[in-house]
């Protein structure tokens, strides 16, 4: 085997038995010397793979944000804007449940002081808020693309907390049970606040333009929303 191709495969073992401690112990777990073992390999090797272990916990969090994308990908097709928005808020309180050591570990991994967290990992972060993105765009049309942005993370904050609450067992977070039902409700009254939202500033479109063209004779445009 070229040493390329060893090094490929220690790094998938590595990364398969880093995956498997944080599933087991949470983050705070991680220990390298836990991870060779498994791994069955020397301690000193993980050195050969990865530049510490640190990249080593990125790289579980990239397989945890894929399997994340992959949960998500369904509520695309729930229909229109506030559906979608709905299902993505059901399917990500769903995934956290099920993966709740890895998910956390997402959220919870921190880079030493001074350390940049590297472009390709920040862009996987980034796909999972363009997903959210997607059906906040069509409730707010109105709104410019950083505006947007900005509510997306303002969204995602809102689920992510009362689902991190719920999962972390918090004296006011809700019981896990009825967490879905939450969820739902929360995003529920979101969404109908970013349809209105969007009503109203449409409508003000509407009535500046057909004051704009009244005194002309022609008909003030139609907008859809």
Aim: hydrophobic share 50%; net charge neutral; proline share 4%.
């Amino acid at each position: 085997m070229a040493d390329t191709e060893k090094r490929s495969d220690l790094r998938t073992r590595l990364i398969d038995a880093a995956e498997a401690e944080i599933a087991e112990k949470g983050l705070l777990g991680l220990k390298a010397r836990d991870v060779t073992a498994r791994a069955g390999c020397a301690l000193g090797a993980i050195y050969n793979a990865v530049s510490d272990l640190d990249e080593l916990v990125m790289r579980v969090n990239s397989r945890t944000l894929e399997r994340l994308g992959a949960a998500l990908a369904p509520s695309s097709g729930a229909g229109g804007p506030e559906a979608v928005t709905l299902a993505l808020a059901d399917a990500y309180a769903v995934f956290a449940l099920q993966n709740r050591r890895l998910w956390s570990a997402l959220f919870e991994h921190r880079l030493p002081e001074g350390v940049e967290m590297p472009d390709w990992h920040r862009a996987e972060h980034e796909v999972l808020i363009a997903r959210i993105g997607a059906p906040l765009s069509r409730l707010r049309p109105d709104l410019p693309v950083e505006a947007v942005r900005l509510r997306v993370r303002t969204l995602f904050g809102a689920v992510h907390g009362v689902v991190h609450l719920a999962l972390q067992g918090r004296l006011v977070g809700v019981p896990e049970a009825l967490l879905r039902q939450e969820v739902a409700a929360l995003v529920g009254a979101l969404v109908v606040g970013a349809r209105s939202a969007g009503a109203q500033s449409a409508g003000a479109a509407v009535r500046t333009a057909g004051g704009l063209v009244g005194g002309e004779g022609l008909e003030p445009p139609t907008f859809s929303v």
